[in-house]
């Protein structure tokens, strides 16, 4: 399937695909550090965090998304710049960033399996967004 693309099209794309991954990011960090205000110090005490938690559902998802797995909204904008490079007849660029792709995948489903790697949860642990960061 091959569209045209204007150059204003593919200027919206890349700047679309920017902000989607930028805003998942944001997200992913500011869960990350609402988890370290709640009393966890380090990433190995992350799998003790309970996987119930709406955190670690947000964390995960966002992992997920930024994985680009489908239907979440990373996958979608992954999509459009494998379009664009295929329809710009750039194909000598289609195969390192499908490897690349697949690398950073396996870098997501590694952190995935690692936070959900026990089944242990910490009852100390109350993870509470109303914690400020002066505690």
């Given at each position: ?15 679309s695909?920017t ?44 992992i ?24 710009s007849?750039?194909?000598s ?10 690398v ?20 100390v642990l ?6 400020s960061?002066?505690?």
């Amino acid at each position: 399937m091959i569209v045209n693309y204007d150059s204003f099209q593919v200027i919206l794309l890349v700047l679309s695909y920017t902000l989607i991954y930028n805003l998942t990011a944001l997200l992913l960090f500011s869960t990350l550090i609402h988890i370290f205000n709640a009393g966890v110090k380090t990433f190995f005490s992350l799998s003790l965090v309970d996987n119930e938690n709406a955190y670690t559902k947000i964390l995960s998802l966002t992992i997920l998304s930024l994985a680009g797995v489908p239907p979440l909204l990373g996958f979608f904008s992954k999509v459009f710049v494998f379009l664009l490079i295929s329809n710009s007849k750039l194909l000598s660029l289609f195969l390192p960033l499908l490897i690349l792709l697949l690398v950073g995948l396996y870098f997501y489903v590694q952190n995935l399996r690692f936070l959900h790697s026990t089944n242990v949860a910490m009852s100390v642990l109350d993870l509470d967004p109303s914690i400020s960061c002066n505690s």
